[in-house]
C-alpha cells in the first residue's frame, strides 16, 4: 500500500439495510479518525444505497448475477481506483468476493460476522441463520466478530471481538438486536485500530477489552463447537 499521511479513504460493500454502513459513516464523520467512507458497491438497490445518498456517499450498483467472477472484479476495482479506495470494509455483503480483489487488499479488507467465530461461522451462517443456531445450541454467549477477509469467507485473522450474554428465553431476533447495537460500535473502532496502524505502518495487533459494557465478573461458558448449516449462499 502506498504509505500516506492524509485520512484513508474506505469503500464499503453491502447487500442490505446497511445499518453498519451507517455506523461507519457517523462514527468517521464525527472526528478526525484518520479514515474516511468514500465509497458504498451494492450488488442490488437495497437500504444502504439510500442512506449512502442521504449522506453524500457516492454509491456504485455492481450485480454479480450472472456475471463470471473476473468481470465482477474488473468493474470493483475500476471502482476503487477512480475513489482512491485504501480500506475496504463488508457490511452485509452477501455475494463472494472475487480472489483478485481479496489478495489485493490483503490486510486492507474487514468483514464484521455477527457471532463468536470460529464459532457460527462459514457456509450458510449468515443473517438468522446465525441467530437461529446461536439459539438452539444452548450457548450463553455470542458476540460480533470484526475479522481480516482472506480467501477463505470468515475465516481471515480476527480483529476484535465483543461478548453478548445470551439471557434466558432469548428468541433470535432479541439477540440479533443486541449483537446489531454491539456491531455498531465494535465496527468504527475496529476501523480506527486499523487505519491507526496502516498510517504508522505497523501491522495491527488483535484487540483486547473490546467488551466495554461487561461487567468484569461475568461468568463465560464454554462456547459450543461450530455449528454447521446447509444452507449456502456464498
Ligand atoms: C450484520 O449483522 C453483519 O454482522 C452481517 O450482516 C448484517 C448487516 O446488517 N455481516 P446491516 O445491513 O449493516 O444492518
Same mark, same amino acid.
Given at each position: !500500500? =502506498?504509505?500516506?499521511?492524509?485520512?484513508?479513504?474506505?469503500?464499503? /460493500?453491502?447487500?442490505?439495510?446497511?445499518?453498519?454502513?451507517?455506523?461507519?459513516?457517523? &462514527?468517521?464523520?464525527?472526528?478526525?479518525?484518520?479514515?474516511? #467512507?468514500?465509497? @458504498? *458497491?451494492?450488488?442490488?438497490?437495497?437500504?444502504?444505497?439510500?442512506?449512502?445518498?442521504?449522506?453524500?456517499?457516492? *454509491?456504485? +450498483?455492481?450485480?454479480?448475477?450472472?456475471?463470471?467472477?473476473?468481470?465482477? %472484479?474488473?468493474?470493483?476495482?475500476?471502482?476503487? &481506483?477512480?475513489?482512491?479506495?485504501? *480500506?475496504?470494509?463488508?457490511?452485509?455483503?452477501?455475494?463472494? +468476493?472475487? $480472489?483478485? +480483489? =481479496?489478495?489485493?487488499?490483503?490486510?486492507? !479488507?474487514?468483514?464484521?460476522?455477527?457471532? @463468536? /467465530?470460529?464459532?457460527?461461522?462459514?457456509?450458510? !451462517?449468515?443473517? !438468522?441463520?446465525?441467530?437461529? %443456531?446461536?439459539?438452539?445450541?444452548?450457548?450463553?454467549?455470542?458476540?460480533?466478530?470484526?475479522?481480516?477477509?482472506?480467501?477463505?469467507?470468515?475465516?481471515? %485473522?480476527? /480483529?476484535?471481538?465483543?461478548?453478548?450474554?445470551?439471557?434466558?428465553?432469548?428468541?433470535?431476533?432479541?439477540?440479533?438486536?443486541?449483537?446489531?447495537?454491539?456491531? &455498531?460500535?465494535?465496527?468504527?473502532?475496529?476501523?480506527?485500530? /486499523?487505519? %491507526?496502524?496502516?498510517?504508522?505502518?505497523?501491522?495491527?495487533?488483535?484487540?483486547?477489552?473490546?467488551? @466495554?459494557?461487561?461487567?468484569?465478573?461475568?461468568?463465560?461458558?464454554?462456547?459450543?463447537?461450530? $455449528?454447521?448449516?446447509?444452507?449456502? #449462499?456464498?
Amino acid at each position: !500500500m =502506498t504509505p500516506k499521511t492524509g485520512p484513508l479513504n474506505v469503500a464499503v /460493500l453491502a447487500s442490505g439495510g446497511g445499518s453498519n454502513f451507517q455506523a461507519l459513516v457517523d &462514527h468517521s464523520a464525527s472526528g478526525d479518525h484518520g479514515w474516511s #467512507v468514500r465509497l @458504498l *458497491v451494492m450488488n442490488r438497490d437495497a437500504g444502504a444505497a439510500e442512506r449512502a445518498r442521504a449522506a453524500d456517499v457516492p *454509491v456504485r +450498483i455492481i450485480s454479480t448475477r450472472d456475471r463470471p467472477d473476473d468481470e465482477v %472484479a474488473q468493474e470493483t476495482l475500476a471502482a476503487f &481506483h477512480e475513489h482512491e479506495i485504501d *480500506v475496504v470494509l463488508l457490511a452485509g455483503y452477501l455475494r463472494r +468476493i472475487p $480472489t483478485e +480483489i =481479496t489478495r489485493r487488499y490483503a490486510g486492507r !479488507m474487514l468483514n464484521i460476522h455477527p457471532a @463468536l /467465530l470460529p464459532h457460527f461461522g462459514g457456509p450458510g !451462517m449468515y443473517g !438468522m441463520n446465525v441467530h437461529r %443456531a446461536v439459539a438452539e445450541s444452548g450457548t450463553t454467549v455470542t458476540g460480533a466478530t470484526v475479522h481480516f477477509v482472506s480467501e477463505d469467507y470468515d475465516e481471515g %485473522a480476527v /480483529l476484535a471481538q465483543w461478548q453478548v450474554v445470551r439471557l434466558p428465553g432469548d428468541t433470535p431476533e432479541a439477540i440479533a438486536a443486541r449483537v446489531l447495537e454491539v456491531e &455498531h460500535r465494535l465496527y468504527p473502532a475496529a476501523v480506527d485500530h /486499523l487505519c %491507526a496502524a496502516l498510517l504508522t505502518g505497523v501491522t495491527p495487533e488483535r484487540m483486547v477489552d473490546v467488551c @466495554l459494557d461487561d461487567p468484569p465478573d461475568v461468568d463465560r461458558p464454554e462456547i459450543p463447537s461450530r $455449528t454447521e448449516s446447509n444452507e449456502e #449462499v456464498r
